[in-house]
């Protein structure tokens, strides 16, 4: 073979040839074997005896990846393979699979100068099957694999670090605008948790035809909408379970300790959250929350808070933000974070989500392991253990699994506060980025009305839309920044923000205090509509 075939026998390994010598002795032992029942005259002779072995040897590849890394395709062919594979690839195509990708594969091959190498219907003198073993040993040779596809919201921006700093930049003039401590600025945001993680494969002998696995359409899955604040503080979550009554919630004394906590338990027929859900968190936790915060603060009932949201549909609805103004009577403002960059930008899904769900995992997996310990201590054989992890049976026992992760949260303040810090939102409260804030808004660059627009508010369904803002409110915005610029103008440099600083000159003090002036008749709203670049409204 090395002397007839040297191109495609180079590289042969030995557990190839020792595979094909099986085959042969298997292949002439059972011909011999056949022989020796025949008459003497009747039998094989030995060389059609040998020939007959050789037809039974399976000529296929070796190794993982033999028939790539040693030679056995033509080098051309190989890498006319390669380049289909990765013109598929940079093309983007969806679904791309071994059993997908087989046909253009094979497309290629026929249609190259080595069609007669392909074994198919019309070429059964063929000996390249392009099996989807060797497709993903090919893809495995190039450095790719199979991966899960990315949603929109996955795919950051390729300027996501000058829209973050922007949105930074209109966090920390907000701020100094409306005076608002990081006690008051607050991010909320939805994710599910998986109480039992299940799949449709299990763990079984070799071999085995039927394979018993009980539940799988129990998702046992519900949404908790986490918040918390920029001061590290955790406000009580919103726990949103599958069914359509009360009922489907947990007994009322099992979740008595974490409502006393001001918890808030709902139901949605998808344990999704939706529009009266988000409304159900304004009124119950939010505000409640805010009102507590300004008690401990001696602020003013009118002291604006900023609620950063992502752009998810029910948060854009007007009847949502409807909502919001009214419950607040305007003080809480709405700033959403720009869109494809949650992972990068919000606070809950920096820092808080998986430390959340890795605590309600341990939980869970502590009580499992308890429950398994005690039938050991029972003496209970290991073919009759079994815990019943159905939705109704383990439904008791969520709010002690939640209040667990959620006293870890709410004690743990550095976790919380790094969650902040992640993004880079905790800089927002100091004097330098303020000080830059209100100097790109002089400039006129802080609100692009382009960058605004994708940000307006949607009509919710049977709904009517939202004027952001009363109809003088353009006027009432340019009469502040009026103020703030005439005094920018006996100042050579923007000033520091500081009003207990003194060693302030009077002209910065003089802009420190006309924009202060200003903030306490208008809370500035960034733009929504298709006019100026900025609104604005009333305080009350």
Request: aromatic share 6%.
């Amino acid at each position: 073979m090395h002397v007839h075939h040297f191109r495609s026998f180079k590289f042969l390994e030995w557990t190839t040839t020792d595979r094909w010598l099986r085959d042969y002795r298997t292949a002439w032992q059972a011909i011999c074997k056949e022989e020796k029942q025949k008459p003497k005259a009747d039998r094989m002779p030995e060389q059609q005896r040998h020939e007959e072995a050789l037809r039974g040897v399976k000529l296929r590849g070796g190794a993982a990846g033999s028939c790539i890394k040693n030679g056995s395709l033509p080098a051309p062919l190989l890498q006319l393979l390669k380049d289909t594979v990765v013109e598929a690839v940079d093309g983007e195509i969806p679904g791309l699979s071994s059993a997908s990708m087989r046909p253009m594969l094979m497309a290629a091959v026929e249609q190259s100068e080595y069609a007669s190498v392909l074994k198919t219907p019309h070429n059964p003198a063929g000996w390249f099957h392009c099996s989807r073993s060797w497709i993903r040993k090919l893809w495995s040779s190039m450095g790719m694999r199979i991966r899960s596809g990315t949603t929109a919201a996955q795919k950051l921006p390729e300027d996501w670090e000058e829209r973050l700093e922007l949105w930074k930049l209109q966090i920390a003039y907000t701020v100094f605008i409306n005076d608002i401590p990081p006690a008051l600025v607050i991010n909320v945001d939805q994710t599910g948790i998986n109480l039992v993680p299940v799949g449709r494969r299990t763990l079984s002998r070799r071999g085995k035809k039927a394979i018993r696995l009980l539940g799988m359409d129990d998702k046992r899955q519900l949404t908790v909408v986490a918040a918390g604040a920029a001061n590290g503080s955790i406000l009580p979550f919103q726990a949103i379970f599958q069914g359509k009554t009360h009922a489907s919630l947990p007994p009322q004394e099992d979740r008595a300790s974490l409502e006393g906590k001001g918890w808030k338990f709902a139901a949605t027929h998808n344990h999704w959250a939706s529009l009266e859900t988000s409304m159900a968190w304004i009124d119950d936790i939010l505000m409640p929350y805010v009102e507590r915060v300004r008690k401990v603060l001696g602020t003013p009932d009118d002291q604006a808070a900023l609620l950063l949201l992502d752009c998810w549909t029910v948060h854009m609805q007007s009847d949502f933000v409807n909502h919001v103004k009214e419950a607040s009577n305007g003080t809480v403002l709405l700033r959403f974070v720009p869109p494809n960059m949650t992972s990068k930008a919000q606070p809950m899904d920096v820092g808080i989500q998986k430390p959340l769900k890795d605590s309600i995992r341990a939980t869970f997996t502590a009580y499992v392991a308890e429950k398994y310990a005690d039938m050991k201590r029972r003496g209970v054989p290991p073919v009759d253990m079994a815990l019943d992890l159905r939705i109704r049976a383990i439904r008791p026992l969520v709010p002690s699994f939640f209040e667990a992760a959620w006293d870890r949260l709410d004690s743990d303040r550095e976790l919380c506060g790094k969650a902040w810090s992640s993004p880079g939102i905790d800089q927002c409260f100091q004097i330098t980025m303020q000080r830059a804030a209100v100097q790109k808004e002089f400039e006129g660059k802080l609100f692009p009305a382009a960058a605004e627009e994708a940000l307006e508010p949607q009509p919710t369904p049977e709904g009517t839309g939202l004027a952001m803002a009363e109809p003088d409110a353009d006027e009432q915005l340019a009469e502040m920044l009026q103020a703030v610029k005439a005094a920018r103008d006996d100042a050579a440099v923007v000033p520091e923000l500081a009003a207990d600083q003194p060693t302030a000159e009077p002209a910065a003090q003089k802009l420190y205090q006309a924009g202060r002036a200003a903030a306490q008749r208008h809370i500035v709203i960034p733009a929504r509509g298709r006019g100026r670049g900025r609104r604005g409204g009333r305080v009350a």
